[in-house]
């Protein structure tokens, strides 16, 4: 058998064999929640009885009829039916560019009855937010579209309401400026304090602080025809685990390792409307590392000839991959086989016929 060419191992193959399903689950959540169909878990180091959920929630908002600004700001933990899960500009909204983010006049809120529980259950049951989307897209008169958007998820994870305007946004490095557009461009939660991957009943952002809404789209210079709103469509999408006296728990997964490494390249979260793209290039950077570490071992591995045991390993975890290939977007679906033709046929087995078995869906 000859040896491995360690150089043509793609790395999201290796991410793919090196990733639990769970980790794999994880990682849509977080890059690509909208397409991901199914409920997913933190496999963080306990492992629990979970009900895990998937929640999306449809709607509009409409830019000021006078001034042409709008915006739509989230808080991703928001945990049950009843309860804000943002604020909205309706076409009777007053504010310009410079107005900080506020209720009142011309402001909507928004919830979602979709949430399996209502505020009132909330307390006995705890929940996590596992990965939370919110994209927008332009969907008025097309004679009509213009002026200039931007979109943020606050760095700190803290509260936009009555601290940022859509001109403040525009300062953050971390947002993302474009023409209104019809495509749909997304910006993702991402946790960044220990509290946020731990259980609560607040539905809040940090334990004992107060709901933070810190997703945000703004819109300015887009008024549409003479004294009248531009309509803008959104989609929400909250993948969330809940605890406590439920029904439809399944055990959660442990991967300490994978989720190391999705922390470790996660933490870019700027908006886009490619989310496939990011979820590729991020895979792709999680199996760097793990060639980049895992080499010495592999190679000490096939002087000591244990490569047979190495292979077995191999096809085993390339079975598994493509189990599970079909949980994955198309595009990283194709990816990921293009990757797996290349690895296996590119000096890890004799010849591509015996790989032939695990690349048929």
Known sequence: MPIPRLRQIHPISAAMHALSPCSIHYLQALESPFEL????CIPDLHAVNSKKTRVLTRGTFETSGTTGVGFIVINPWCNNSDGTFGYKTANTYAGTAATTFATGVGVDVI???KFPYTNAEIGPIEHRVVGVGLRVRYSGIELYRGGRAVMLRQPENTNMIGAESVNTLFDYAQAKTFPVTTEWTQVVYKPVKPAEYEYSSSGRATQGGSAAFNLAFGVTG???????SAIFEFEIVTHVEYVGKIDGITLSHTDVVGMSEIRNVTMKDKPTAHSHKRLLSTMSKIGQNIMETASPLVVDSIKSSESHGFMSNLLRQGKNAVK???NIPHQLEKGALQSLRRT??????DSFAPAMELLAL
């Open 222 to 228: 887009t008024a549409g025809p003479t004294n009248s």
């Open 344 to 349: 296996f046929s590119g000096g890890l087995l």
């Open 111 to 113: 919830t979602s009855p």
């Open 37 to 40: 169909t199914q409920g997913a």
């Open 324 to 326: 599970y290939l079909s």
